[in-house]
């Protein structure tokens, strides 16, 4: 074959195969449901079970970048901390070698059968959850076929001087081969394609084993490039957790290169013994490294996070997502201790939302990042606590109550229902501030003026509606609803102005919109407010 029909096979074979990888991991996580951020978020309790959590996500998504990802995803909306996301990491490196197993297995002569098998799965049945099968078939077919094109575009490879060079040089330096098993896996973005590669070549007898581990050590350094990049902008918290996962392969790779020697008659051994194939023997080392790695590393996960705290320096500020005040021993003890429990999570949930609106508005005003930041964290939290108080509610509800106590349980299901409402809102008016800086969007002194009003308005109606919640004041909550009647005509006068602005050619269309929709936003949040108030009237 010619050059260029080689680099077509391989190129195209590399292709198919991380198409196949990631479609294998999307069907395999449908199939599973959508319950594996929840499954990170509640089984991370303590590193063992994050190390056990890391393993079953990163078997199920087929990816230790993508469980990584998720990972800093969690921590940076403060529902994991440090301790707990370097455990998953840890397991998302054992978890990441199911892939070379799979690979070792070598069924690349039915890999288009099973591809057909796939495509029928999609094609012909209503199914979604058939039709989930069939995803993860296509792509666990997909994955084969590429890696055989990309092994027959390497054959020739086995009889080039050059490569044979390149064999000897990196088997005598294994730093050399590190760097290249770096290299590759960061231009691919998969360390699983990568180690695919290594798996083939020394199937092929293209490479040796001298000169292959230290590749696979580097292909493990190099995963972590998109913990990196998912980072980037990202909370300190995300930062650290993203240092974590490239300090933990980077001294496992530099004490295996310091026991290079054991650790290959090691993998020998295992070959001989097991009579493991070429393919297998890769994903065996690979397998052995990840777990020795992280049976080393466990008990000084403590001391990582030391580390990298003081390595990346600087105060995150998290919002606690989960409640503080609710517990089943106090329905147990009692219904009406439980109630006011709940009461106490309600208003934190209140104090959430005020601090969303502030941080919304200095958003709007500064358009500093710092403000931008913490707000999608207490969207997460209100949405979070909605649920759970929610839930907490209603098992209250299952206990006989006085008549007091219902009016209150009453208030506070309605309450938790508009602080979500609010959470929403506030989100809204995220979008259409971030909307206005991407556009450069600007409005006149007049619209500023006048929105700068709207939400002061805003805020000291919703603070004052909460006020009269926690006090139970009804004369409070009267004042709150007379605040109504303001925001409603407020809303209107500023609608005026604009179409007059619009009509004096002081603003444009664009403009329009994203002014009288954040108008419109925080005129919802006062309905909400008020729905508050109605609630601890009684009047709902």
């Avoid at 020394?202 to 995963?223: E, K, V, Y």
Wanted: hydrophobic residues 45%; aromatic residues 8%; charged residues 15%.
């Amino acid at each position: 074959m010619d050059l260029q029909t080689l680099l077509f096979m391989f190129f195209g074979g590399l292709g198919i195969f991380l198409y196949g990888i990631k479609t294998m991991g999307d069907g395999l996580q449908k199939v599973a449901g959508d319950g594996l951020r929840d499954l990170l978020d509640r089984f991370t309790t303590r590193p063992i079970l994050g190390v056990l959590t890391g393993i079953v996500v990163t078997g199920l998504i087929q990816s230790s970048s993508g469980t990584t990802v998720l990972t800093i995803g969690l921590v940076t909306a403060g529902f994991m901390t440090l301790r707990q996301a370097i455990g998953v990491i840890m397991g998302a490196n054992i978890g990441t070698t199911v892939t070379a197993f799979i690979i070792g297995i070598n069924i690349s002569d039915y890999a288009l059968p099973i591809i057909a098998i796939g495509a029928f799965l999609i094609f012909f049945f209503k199914n979604h959850k058939i039709n989930n099968f069939g995803t993860v078939f296509f792509g666990f077919g997909a994955l084969f076929f590429g890696l055989s094109l990309m092994g027959d575009a390497m054959k020739p490879l086995r009889g080039a001087q050059f490569f044979t060079d390149l064999t000897v040089s990196l088997s005598d330096h294994p730093l050399l081969g590190v760097l290249v098993g770096v290299l590759f896996t960061v231009i691919v973005q998969s360390s699983s394609a990568s180690i695919a590669l290594l798996q083939t070549l020394f199937d092929q007898g293209t490479i040796t084993l001298q000169a292959a581990l230290p590749i696979l050590f580097g292909d493990n350094i190099g995963t972590t490039i998109t913990a990196i990049l998912a980072s980037i902008g990202a909370s300190v918290a995300a930062k650290r957790a993203a240092l974590t996962h490239v300090m933990f392969n980077v001294i496992g790779t530099i004490l295996v290169l310091i026991l290079f020697i054991p650790f290959t008659h090691l993998v020998e051994y295992m070959q001989a013994t097991f009579a493991l194939n070429p393919k297998m023997t890769i994903a065996f080392a690979h397998g052995t490294f990840n777990v020795s790695n992280t049976i080393i590393q466990f008990p000084f996960i403590a001391v990582l996070a030391w580390i990298v705290t003081k390595l990346v320096p600087g105060e995150d500020k998290m919002i606690e997502h989960k409640p503080v005040h609710l517990g089943e021993k106090f329905i147990r003890q009692s219904p009406s201790i439980a109630l006011g429990q709940g009461k106490k999570e309600v208003l934190r949930m209140g104090e959430l939302a005020e601090q969303g609106l502030k941080e919304v508005s200095g958003f709007y005003k500064t358009r500093e990042k710092k403000h931008r930041e913490l707000l999608p964290q207490i969207e997460d939290a209100l949405n979070n606590l909605d649920k759970v108080i929610t839930d907490y509610l209603v098992q209250i509800s299952y206990h006989s109550l006085s008549d007091q106590d219902l009016k209150t349980h009453s208030s506070l299901l309605n309450t938790v229902m508009d602080l979500e409402r609010i959470g929403d809102h506030i989100e809204n008016i995220m979008e259409l501030v971030d909307s206005q800086i991407q556009n450069k969007v600007k409005f006149s002194e007049s619209a500023i003026h006048d929105l700068d009003r709207m939400f002061e308005l805003t805020s000291s109606t919703l603070h004052q509606a909460l006020e009269s919640l926690q006090e139970d004041n009804e004369s409070k909550a009267g004042a709150v609803l007379a605040n109504e009647r303001l925001i409603n005509r407020m809303e209107r006068d500023l609608r005026k102005k604009h179409i007059q602005r619009l009509n004096d050619n002081k603003c444009t269309g664009t403009a329009g919109i994203v002014y009288v929709d954040i108008v419109s936003n925080l005129e919802r949040i006062g309905d909400h407010a008020v729905n508050i108030a109605q609630a601890v009237i009684g009047d709902v």
